[in-house]
């Protein structure tokens, strides 16, 4: 079974720049989830979608990130402009469904640094 | 406020010696309890899921404990091997049903020859 794909791998962009990141979910999978990890952090859940709808977006900052998943599929995540506090691990992950006891798969994650 | 601690923050063994990882949480209603090991670099992978009435669960030589009374968990890492070398990550499910999860910050494990 092919995992979480995500790309890029890396980004380096000055700040007030804009960014996007990509996210394949394993196949068949129904929940795709964004994280940003912070440097010595957990990573903390940005966005939920449940195939193309959104679940929870609650702690996404709307002012200056999106995320759009359009055919239930893949994902984009989009940060417009970049501060210097975006500089983090962006994580995708997957699940079967929603659910509490739903395992969640993780991509490897974008690396982003912000100058 | 749901939240999950974990001790201590940083650990470094021997190779060949066991180790414990302690995660206490204040997660309400809780539902389940996973462990993750995170490679630097890499998505954190899952070790174990423990539900409320599970006590202990393994997989190889990890062993995860939960007492669901006292909210904590703990992991443990027997003979330990070089590649354990990682962060690893207590994280609580809220609620029957939710897909809320509550991550701990992580224990990062240094294993040295």
């Known amino acids: 079974e092919a995992g979480v794909a995500q790309s890029p791998r890396y980004k380096i962009i000055e700040k007030r720049q804009s960014v996007a990141f990509w996210c394949n979910p394993i196949?068949?999978?129904?929940?795709l989830y964004w994280y940003q990890q912070i440097l010595g952090q957990g990573p903390k859940l940005l966005i939920q979608?449940?195939?193309?709808?959104?679940?929870?977006d609650s702690q996404l900052p709307k002012d200056r990130f999106s995320a759009e998943r359009l055919k239930g599929v893949d994902s984009t995540l989009k940060i417009q402009p970049a501060k210097l506090e975006d500089s983090a691990v962006y994580l995708c992950?997957?699940?079967?469904?929603?659910?509490?006891?739903?395992?969640?798969?993780f991509g490897d994650g974008t690396r982003l640094s912000i100058l | 406020k749901n939240q999950v601690e974990q001790n201590p923050q940083s650990l470094i063994i021997l190779e060949g010696k066991n180790c414990t990882l302690q995660?206490?949480?204040?997660?309400?209603?809780?539902?389940?309890l996973r462990w993750y090991k995170q490679d630097t670099g890499r998505g954190p992978v899952s070790l174990t899921i423990?539900?409320?009435?599970?006590n202990t669960k393994s997989n190889g030589r990890y062993t995860a404990t939960l007492d669901a009374d006292t909210k904590q968990s703990s992991l443990h890492i027997t003979a330990s091997q070089l590649s354990d070398s990682a962060s690893y990550i207590c994280?609580?499910?809220?609620?029957?049903?939710?897909?809320?999860?509550?991550f701990g910050k992580g224990t990062k494990l240094s294993v040295i020859p």
């Open positions: 992950a997957s699940s079967p469904r929603a659910g509490g006891g739903q395992p969640q798969h």
């Open positions: 196949s068949g999978h129904a929940t």
């Open positions: 979608f449940q195939n193309n709808g959104v679940v929870d």
């Open positions: 995660c206490n949480y204040t997660v309400s209603p809780f539902s389940n």
């Open positions: 423990m539900t409320f009435s599970e």
């Open positions: 994280v609580v499910s809220v609620g029957a049903g939710s897909y809320q999860l509550t």
